[in-house]
């Protein structure tokens, strides 16, 4: 069994009501009287994604991974504070692993550079800590992930061009798949990725608003996201059985979800979810 929760639904336009984009997956524990022994995979970390970790009853200390999909801002804005709070939340020696494409090692860097003042504040003011928050940085582009899991991790390229690389991730656990597509046009890589799983979770943009509006900056963002319409296809491809939408632009506006519903139904014989922030879905029974 596989659950997602979408922590963050939101754009790179600022929302009251949506954090910025943040999934996280999660498999549950062998032992239910030892839930720390779960596994949870937060996928991308947007504005506001430890305060809706918060609220799905977690926190960056029971991170197992980041995995980053992509290098755009608003994936990565809160990234660091995911890092300082995993090393100040923690009482033993607890890497934080952060897996993304090529170039993730260079902006943890750079993060960890900006961090400096605060680290230098932080060491001098508590003797348990005695350098700069432990992580590790993997760097991926195509094929399995092995961080040492219950979970089975693989990943392969999408195509967010001129964002490049970009990334894909596929989840297995107990008989259930879940992939995480990011910011993407379909593409040969997600497709491979999508064969056979249970559950895709896309981000989308609805085309049809945004070609009306006169903005070249808003037609700009055509060329390299998804609509419902081509998500749904991607998964109709791939035999998904649900696709989980996100990453709302424009803002989803209650009562307008049958309408993202039915693009997506176009090509797309499956269910489609999709919600608010901490909208959760269980994939699999087992």
Request: net charge negative; proline share 9%.
């Given at each position: 069994?596989?659950?997602?929760?979408?922590?963050?639904?939101?754009?790179?336009?600022?929302?009251?009501?949506?954090?910025?984009?943040?999934?996280?997956?999660?498999?549950?524990?062998?032992?239910?009287?030892?839930?720390?022994?779960?596994?949870?995979?937060?996928?991308?970390?947007?504005?506001?994604?430890?305060?809706?970790?918060?609220?799905?009853?977690?926190?960056?200390?029971?991170?197992?991974?980041?995995?980053?999909?992509?290098?755009?801002?608003?994936?990565?804005?809160?990234?660091?504070?995911?890092?300082?709070?995993?090393?100040?939340m923690?009482?033993?020696?607890?890497?934080?692993?952060?897996?993304?494409?090529?170039?993730?090692?260079?902006?943890v860097?750079?993060?960890?550079?900006?961090?400096?003042?605060?680290?230098?504040?932080?060491?001098?003011?508590?003797?348990?800590?005695?350098?700069?928050?432990?992580?590790?940085?993997?760097?991926?582009?195509?094929?399995?992930?092995?961080?040492?899991?219950?979970?089975?991790?693989?990943?392969?390229?999408?195509?967010?061009?001129?964002?490049?690389?970009?990334?894909?991730?596929?989840?297995?656990?107990?008989?259930?798949?879940?992939?995480?597509?990011?910011?993407?046009?379909?593409?040969?890589?997600?497709?491979?990725?999508?064969?056979?799983?249970?559950?895709?979770?896309?981000?989308?943009?609805?085309k049809?608003?945004?070609?009306?509006?006169?903005?070249?900056?808003?037609?700009?963002?055509?060329?390299?996201?998804?609509?419902?319409?081509?998500?749904?296809?991607?998964?109709?491809?791939?035999?998904?059985g649900?696709?989980v939408?996100?990453?709302?632009?424009?803002?989803l506006?209650?009562?307008?979800?049958?309408?993202?519903?039915?693009?997506?139904?176009?090509?797309?014989?499956?269910?489609?979810?999709?919600?608010?922030?901490?909208?959760?879905?269980?994939?699999?029974?087992?």
């Open positions: 069994m596989l659950t997602v929760t979408l922590l963050g639904t939101g754009s790179p336009m600022p929302s009251a009501d949506r954090a910025g984009p943040a999934t996280l997956v999660s498999a549950p524990s062998p032992d239910p009287e030892k839930p720390e022994l779960a596994e949870h995979f937060l996928i991308d970390a947007g504005r506001g994604v430890l305060m809706r970790l918060a609220a799905a009853g977690l926190g960056a200390p029971n991170l197992t991974a980041v995995l980053l999909t992509h290098l755009h801002s608003d994936h990565i804005t809160d990234l660091n504070d995911v890092i300082t709070t995993r090393w100040i923690t009482f033993e020696p607890s890497p934080l692993t952060i897996v993304g494409p090529v170039g993730t090692r260079s902006v860097d750079a993060l960890l550079a900006s961090l400096e003042p605060d680290i230098g504040y932080r060491v001098a003011h508590h003797e348990d800590l005695d350098g700069p928050p432990p992580v590790n940085v993997i760097e991926v582009s195509d094929g399995a992930i092995d961080l040492g899991t219950a979970t089975i991790i693989g990943c392969a390229p999408t195509d967010h061009k001129p964002v490049e690389p970009s990334v894909g991730f596929r989840f297995a656990h107990g008989g259930a798949s879940v992939v995480t597509a990011g910011d993407t046009v379909p593409c040969e890589g997600l497709d491979r990725l999508c064969e056979g799983v249970d559950a895709l979770v896309h981000t989308v943009i609805r049809d608003i945004i070609e009306n509006v006169p903005l070249q900056r808003m037609q700009d963002t055509l060329d390299y996201h998804s609509s419902p319409t081509e998500a749904g296809e991607t998964a109709q491809r791939g035999g998904v649900t696709l939408l996100t990453h709302y632009v424009p803002p506006l209650p009562g307008h979800e049958d309408d993202w519903r039915q693009l997506a139904a176009k090509g797309f014989t499956g269910i489609v979810e999709m919600g608010d922030d901490l909208h959760q879905i269980t994939i699999g029974s087992n």
